[in-house]
């Protein structure tokens, strides 16, 4: 099997985390994503949290040099040897130019197409669980167990989900994300995934973009 070093880009809600955590199985590859360490840094209230909280609290990005930091110690681990998945990053176009210099090969950069207002339903409906991190939605993914986890811990609602906020992060998406998509056309790297109302779906299309 060929390695997959893969960006996924793609609105807040497209699917990414979905599809990372499908796709991180199948292959056998680590899924990072940023969000998440970002999330669990504020959780653990440690120092980098405490400095990154107001910023995911309005929806807007932190900034490059943070995340690159967390970006380049995690791709230095050995796990990401054989491939890995980079759900969330990168998102700037000084992000992007990071992980040239860092000498990051990338063979794959797919984005996930949503429209607008998909985005503001799905995020109305997400459910998260804190404890293993799997992502439900109330309607197209149900967990099996209702409003627990299956692993059994009570599922809730991300602080960022709040529409007011989901609006402004939509806002810093197409300004200073969506622009990668030309970065990456531009080195013959980028595939577009148009997301389905089905989870499987959007999954067989994304592994065709990886065949
Ligand atoms: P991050 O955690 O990366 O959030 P995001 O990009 O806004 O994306 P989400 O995690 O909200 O959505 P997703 O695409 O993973 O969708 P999901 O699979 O959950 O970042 C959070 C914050 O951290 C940022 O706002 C920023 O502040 C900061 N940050 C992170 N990285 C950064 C960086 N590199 N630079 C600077 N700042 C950074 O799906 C959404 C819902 O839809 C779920 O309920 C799911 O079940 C459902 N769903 C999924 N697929 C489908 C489908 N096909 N049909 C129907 N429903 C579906
Ligand atoms: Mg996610």
Not at 49 to 64: A, N, T, W
Not at 84 to 109: C, H, N, S
Not at 191 to 209: M, N, P, R
């Amino acid at each position: 099997m060929r390695k997959i070093n893969l960006i996924l880009l793609g609105a807040p809600g497209a699917g990414k985390g979905t599809q990372a955590e499908i796709i991180s199985e199948k292959f056998a590859i680590p899924s990072i994503s940023t969000g998440a360490m970002i999330r669990e840094a504020i959780a653990a209230g440690s120092e980098l949290g405490l400095r990154v909280k107001s910023y995911i609290d309005k929806g807007e990005l932190v900034p490059d040099a943070v995340v690159i930091d967390i970006i380049k110690e995690r791709l230095a681990k050995p796990d990401c040897a054989n491939g890995f998945i980079l759900d969330g990053f990168p998102r700037t176009v000084p992000q992007a130019a990071a992980l040239d210099e860092m000498g990051v090969e990338i063979t794959d950069v797919i984005s996930i197409e949503v429209a607008d207002e998909s985005i503001m339903e799905r995020m109305g409906g997400r459910r998260v669980c804190k404890k293993c991190g799997a992502t439900y939605h109330t309607k197209y993914n149900p967990s099996p167990k209702g409003e627990l986890c299956a692993c059994g811990e009570p599922l809730t609602i991300r602080s960022d989900d709040d529409p007011e906020v989901v609006k402004s992060r939509l806002v810093v998406y197409h300004e200073q994300t969506e622009p990668l998509k030309d970065f990456y056309q531009e080195k013959g790297l980028l595939k577009l995934v148009y997301g389905q109302e089905k989870l499987d779906d959007t999954t067989s299309l994304t592994l065709e973009a990886l065949a």
